[in-house]
């Protein structure tokens, strides 16, 4: 265990951004097997592990993909996609394993992070989610959830913002504000 002060986690958790500019390299299978499993050692009730990932990188399927989102540009750049499903016919309690599958999804960016990768999480391709089954050859009880667009980070100073802690958090009862 780290000790107080110096975790990791918490600086991959701060310094992680969504990157959306690749360089043209393939993600080497290690990267690939560390990142799966990272997803994969996620918490998910009564460990169920709902999730089912798809490695994309078959050029072909992920031009196909990118004609599927508004976010063609990112996916047609990436030289990896990680596409998640849950398997609704492995779900026992469906927001609890969509809870599962975020967690899944946040660990294989941090990862990538930790592997001097970049990677985004494509939600608004959800919205052609059939399409992309179809062009996977998933059965219907895959859903999709996200792709992750990965690889290695174009050079560049990328930022976010956040709210302030006392606009989201609350003292013991809502409407407390949290003071740091
Ligand atoms: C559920 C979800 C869906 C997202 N969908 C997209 C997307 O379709 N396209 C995109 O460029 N970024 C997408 N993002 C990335 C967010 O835009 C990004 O996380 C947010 O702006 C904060 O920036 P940061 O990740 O650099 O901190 C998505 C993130 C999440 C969690």
Request: with cysteine; hydrophobic share 35%; charged share 25%.
């Amino acid at each position: 265990m780290p000790k107080k002060g110096e975790s990791k986690v918490i600086d991959t958790i701060l310094n992680r951004r969504s990157v959306r500019e690749f360089m043209d390299k393939p993600v080497s299978k290690e990267d690939i097997n560390t990142i799966l499993n990272a997803g994969h050692w996620a918490p998910s009730g009564l460990n169920n592990q709902p999730w089912r990932f798809i490695v994309i990188q078959n050029q072909e399927a992920i031009q196909r993909i990118s004609e599927c989102t508004h976010y063609s540009g990112i996916v047609v750049g990436a030289p990896l996609l990680i596409a998640t499903f849950l398997d609704t016919e492995n779900s026992y309690n469906r927001t609890k394993d969509i809870e599962a599958i975020g967690a899944a999804i946040q660990n294989m960016l941090l990862t990538c992070c930790e592997l001097g990768l970049g990677g985004v999480w494509l939600g608004e391709i959800l919205n052609k989610k059939e399409k992309i089954n179809y062009i996977l050859e998933c059965p219907s009880n895959l859903e999709l959830m996200s792709a992750l667009a990965i690889g290695e980070p174009i050079p560049k100073e990328r930022t976010s913002t956040r709210k302030a802690l006392n606009e989201i958090a609350f003292d013991d009862k809502y409407g407390t504000r949290w003071e740091e």
